[in-house]
Every structure is written in structure tokens, then in C-alpha cells.
């Protein structure tokens, strides 16, 4: 769902998707509309770099980056599926306290792409 597109840009530019990501959050903070759910949410294994991970990508399994990403980006569905827990409860959740830098959303979504960006050298060699 929400890393969807760190793999469908290539490890490219990744800084417009943090953007989105952070966007669609904040979105959901401000209108809980039961659009997203938090069992999808926290599933590593339903948005493209998921499929990507566990599918094709699952060849890279021997390399410690490879699966430092791999269960960086669990940690990243975790912490959404925990903000959309949050938000559905009908209980105000502070922007900052659930997106902020400090965050373990934005902690761990940081990891990944440091780690998108660390195997995009790696693997590219």
C-alpha cells in the first residue's frame, strides 16, 4: 500500500514518495474515514516493495542490508497500522507525536529509505 512505490520508481528519487506517505497519513489523522485498515496496513507483504520483497527480491535473502530491509519495512507497516488504530479509536492523536520525527513512523520509514538507498549500490555492482 503506502511503500508501494519505493520499488515502482527503481530505487530513484525517493523523496516525493516520503512526501505522500507522510501526506496520506496526516490525511487519515485529520479524517479517520475507515478508508484504510490497519490489518492491510500492517501486512509487509500487500504493497509493491512487500510483493517485491518477499517475491523476486527474496534472491537478495543472503544480504545483511537485504534483510535489515526487509524487516526495517515491517517495522514501517507496523507503526502506519498503529496510527490508523489510533485515528479510528475517535481519540484526537497529536500530528506530531504520530508523524513527527521522532516518531516511530517517521523512524522507521526513514530507515527504509536509507536502506532502499544502501541496496540500490549494493546490488547495482
Known sequence: MIAAMFWRIS??????????????ALRYLRNPDKSLTPTT????????LGKWLHGEGAKFASNPKFTQLVAEH????KAAASIIRQADTG???????????????????????GL??????????
Do not use: Q, W
Open 11 to 24: 530505487f530513484g528519487s525517493i523523496s516525493p514518495v516520503v512526501g505522500y506517505i507522510t501526506a496520506l
Open 41 to 48: 496496513t500492517e501486512s509487509d507483504r500487500n504493497c509493491d
Open 74 to 77: 515491517a517495522k514501517f507497516h
Open 91 to 113: 481519540k484526537s492523536v497529536l500530528e506530531e507525536t504520530a508523524l513527527g520525527g521522532k516518531s516511530e513512523f517517521s523512524t522507521a520509514s526513514a530507515k527504509v529509505v
Open 116 to 125: 532502499v538507498m544502501e541496496c540500490k549500490k549494493e546490488f547495482s555492482k
